[in-house]
């Protein structure tokens, strides 16, 4: 399962279950590496009536099968655009295909917040997911994305500078691809942040999903020790997951 698939399945699972399954993500259990990125990454309008047109009528939010089902039109199109890591790895097909691939992503974004506004035991795992999109938006050379998360980098807000480092890093650890160099760069970069905010859900998830796509068992090794120190409920996932693994 390629990293985009792999951040949908925490929730496209045909919705009502899997909504009603708060928590952290559930990363992979397996020691395999993933070189590199393996098999590539994971409203409807309102016709008002004549009562409906009044502004003081509030338009009734969707359901969650609804906007699942939006995600999952989304998913199957961006699907048929990006079929091979090459199609991203390689800067020129990725010129090629960014105007097919960008929409359907921002289709999901926006669908994901949406989302998690009518299900708040989605808030974690919606947030997630948009790290995750965002970074892949970036990668694709979307403009206003790339702004954002610069603006957001910038912020002196620091969950929020930190949420638009974790997006630039992973931008980063896509585009590394197979080059152990620059993956290990990156890790130090993500290390020093780690370290520094050990309260940060989103760095801890930005730690985890790396981690599946090393080139290097001891790189791997790394991130998820670091990923285990911190103190977060994300954190706390993982270490029971990792000790569970563990056990003889």
Do not use: C
Request: net charge positive.
């Amino acid at each position: 399962m390629h990293m985009f698939d792999r951040a949908l399945s925490l929730v496209a699972q045909a919705g009502r279950p899997e909504i009603k399954s708060p928590g952290a993500p559930r990363f992979n259990r397996s020691p395999a590496f993933r070189p590199g990125l393996s098999k590539f990454f994971f409203s409807a309008l309102l016709i008002p009536s004549a009562i409906a047109i009044a502004q003081t009528t509030a338009p009734t939010p969707r359901s969650p099968d609804v906007i699942q089902s939006e995600i999952d039109a989304a998913h199957k199109q961006f699907n048929q655009v990006v079929k091979d890591p090459s199609d991203v790895s390689d800067p020129i097909r990725r010129k090629a295909i960014a105007p097919q691939a960008i929409p359907p992503l921002k289709t999901m974004v926006a669908d994901f917040a949406e989302l998690a506004a009518v299900e708040p035991s989605m808030k974690r795992r919606a947030s997630q997911i948009e790290l995750q999109f965002n970074a892949y938006l970036s990668v694709l050379g979307d403009q206003p994305t790339i702004d954002q998360l610069q603006a957001q980098a910038n912020s002196k807000d620091i969950p929020q500078s930190i949420r638009g480092q974790s997006s630039q890093l992973l931008a980063r650890w896509v585009l590394a691809g197979k080059d152990e160099t620059v993956q290990t760069k990156i890790a130090d970069d993500v290390q020093t942040l780690d370290v520094a905010h050990p309260e940060s859900e989103d760095l801890t998830f930005l730690t985890m999903t790396i981690s599946q796509s090393t080139l290097s068992q001891p790189l791997q090794k790394r991130l998820v020790d670091l990923a285990r120190a911190m103190q977060n409920p994300v954190a706390y996932r993982v270490r029971k997951m990792t000790d569970a693994t563990t056990k003889p």
